[in-house]
């Protein structure tokens, strides 16, 4: 039986990150790939809108389709929008809770885009956050999450990644890919810290490295994977990603999911 991972997000339409970086990321790290669309956020110079969320019975109708006709093994959120899809989701993991959960928090999209409303962060912080296995917010995120002054450098870090834990995940793993040194990841235990400490890559083509890396935690849990580990192959596999990243001339490109597998030492 292969393990069996749900991802509940936003879709991206132009492909690069939401459910469909989710998507190729389950398929490229083994498990099999369900998603529960949220919403559609599709960005473009013809048409006025780009923005479409999902009704909550569709969310609903979605999530009850993957628990009941294959089965979960992990489930990872990202894009939820509004306080109303925060409840709901939370309401369902409450009644099938995955053994796994990896909560992003996504907020802001790489091309600018709002992805989660300013009143639906308090709901995210009280109702999502307790039932997480592991939330993977980066700066900015953690910023807005602690309504705090600016996190730059590995010392405020650590004390983010303490506060976000008395939400009530397991783990915090904040992601310093903005700081202005080296690129560092802080997870906390609750008792401890653990760094992941990565040369900067120069390239802005890095649109999905964030959902790809909680969709990769939550694809490595679901094989039974400790934390560390998770977080140890989810970094070498986004890394990759980053550095072979994808350049379709018209902005900010795509992390590639394939470079992993395709570019790895052998």
């Known amino acids: 039986m292969i393990a069996r991972v749900l991802t509940i997000a936003g879709s991206a339409a132009q492909g690069s990150a939401g459910i469909q970086a989710d998507l190729k990321t389950f398929q490229e790290r083994d498990v099999y790939g369900m998603a529960a669309i949220t919403a559609i956020v599709a960005n473009n110079p013809v048409t006025s809108k780009g923005m479409f969320t999902n009704s909550l019975e569709a ?3 979605q999530y009850y389709t993957a628990i009941k006709n294959v089965g979960v093994d992990a489930v990872k959120t990202g894009m939820l929008f509004t306080k109303d899809i925060i409840n709901l989701v939370a309401r369902l993991l409450e009644e099938y809770p995955p ?6 928090p996504v907020m802001i999209g790489k091309m600018g885009s709002q992805l989660l409303k300013d009143d639906a962060i308090d709901e995210m912080r009280k109702r999502l956050f307790p039932l997480a296995t592991v939330i993977t917010p980066n700066l900015h995120e953690a910023e807005r999450i602690l309504e705090s002054g600016p996190i730059t450098n590995k010392k405020e870090m650590k004390h983010a990644a303490r506060a976000l834990h008395r939400f009530g ?8 890919g903005a700081l202005k040194e080296d690129a560092v990841d ?3 235990d609750g008792s401890g810290f653990k760094e992941w400490k990565h040369p900067r890559i120069d390239t802005i083509h ?3 490295a964030g959902c790809s890396f909680s969709a990769a935690i939550a694809a490595e849990l679901a094989n039974e ?3 560390e580990q998770a977080v140890n192959t989810s970094k070498a596999y986004v ?6 990243a994808l350049d379709f001339g018209k902005g900010i490109g795509s992390t590639y999911h394939a470079a992993y597998r395709k570019h790895q030492p052998r």
């Open 225 to 227: 994977a400790t934390i």
């Open 99 to 104: 053994a796994s959960l990896v909560v992003d």
């Open 169 to 176: 995940s397991d783990f915090v793993i904040i992601k310093g």
């Open 239 to 244: 890394t990759a990603a980053i550095e072979h």
């Open 59 to 61: 969310i609903e109708a």
């Open 186 to 188: 802080i997870m906390y």
């Open 206 to 208: 890095t649109s999905g």
